[in-house]
């Protein structure tokens, strides 16, 4: 049987440990577990000292990212388990989600439904993010910010560059994995409410997740997010040029930076597609 890994990032998250690191090892008595103390001002160390478990402390907060990279690298099992320090992820699922590994994925994630969602606003972006990630890659996408799922720690190894040291990493990592044709599947699971608070910053987190829904274009086909915005440059052109012939009978010179616009981001879009290429082109 592969060996197992179960990662988890923390930052104060120790009352929530308390109880979720002697469920998990009730859980999953054979498996590797580490987590990896982001920064934590609270007893995290103490807490998985006196569990029995492996910490890896970080003199400060590096990120959510962060964590899970430095997670992922010391993991010394073929499969990898990432789950939330925060006690919202049930140990039990963890059989179900290496179940459907084992039917020929490579990544399986754990989908929340509505009611397990952060709050209505949470739940509303994630939809969106979920259509949208879907339309993209052609695949169904139930949860893709879910930071619960097990991987081959092989595949997911390759793409750690790539990751960002926030919130992120569940976005890019699954589309990371659609990009180089490494099935991924979904697992529809139930997550409790958080135990302590959150580290989510409204306005500040709003404004990344807005970014994500353009990371998720650029992270699977570049062409997808402008060649859609050079027509819209183009179509402008167009229109400003047809009311500005009928009501002077001369092309002005907003036509032309539209059009002129059209043709940049297109071929900003072409530069990225190659980017993109190049980026998750493995090494040997």
Not at 173 to 201: D, E, L
Not at 223 to 232: E, G, H, N, R, W
């Amino acid at each position: 049987m592969n060996r197992l890994s179960i990662v988890l990032p923390a930052k104060n998250e120790g009352q929530a440990l308390k109880d979720l690191l002697p469920r998990l090892r009730a859980a999953q008595s054979d498996a590797e577990i580490i987590v990896v103390d982001d920064g934590s001002t609270d007893d995290t160390t103490a807490i998985c000292a006196d569990a029995g478990i492996r910490c890896l402390s970080s003199p400060y907060s590096m990120g959510n990212g962060a964590a899970i990279k430095r997670g992922a690298r010391v993991a010394t099992g073929e499969t990898i388990i990432f789950m939330d320090g925060d006690g919202q992820h049930d140990p039990a699922d963890i059989e179900r989600l290496l179940d459907r590994l084992e039917q020929g994925y490579d990544m399986v994630v754990g989908a929340r439904d509505w009611e397990s969602q952060a709050g209505v606003g949470r739940g509303v972006a994630n939809t969106i993010y979920n259509w949208l990630a879907s339309r993209i890659t052609g695949h169904r996408v139930a949860d893709l910010t879910s930071g619960f799922r097990a991987v081959k720690a092989d595949k997911f190894r390759e793409f750690l560059h790539l990751l960002p040291n926030g919130f992120s990493y569940p976005t890019t990592s699954t589309m990371a994995f659609f990009r180089s044709a490494y099935p991924v599947a979904y697992v529809p699971i139930k997550a409790a409410q958080r135990i302590g608070k959150s580290h989510i910053k409204p306005i500040r987190d709003g404004i990344r997740f807005l970014l994500i829904i353009f990371k998720i274009a650029t992270l699977y086909s570049p062409l997808k997010l402008f060649v859609p915005a050079s027509v819209v440059f183009f179509l402008l052109g167009c229109i400003n040029y047809g009311i500005t012939f009928l009501r002077e009978g001369r092309l002005t010179n907003m036509s032309t930076l539209m059009w002129s616009a059209a043709v940049i981001v297109f071929l900003i879009g072409l530069v990225s597609e190659q980017i993109t290429a190049l980026t998750y082109r493995k090494s040997d």
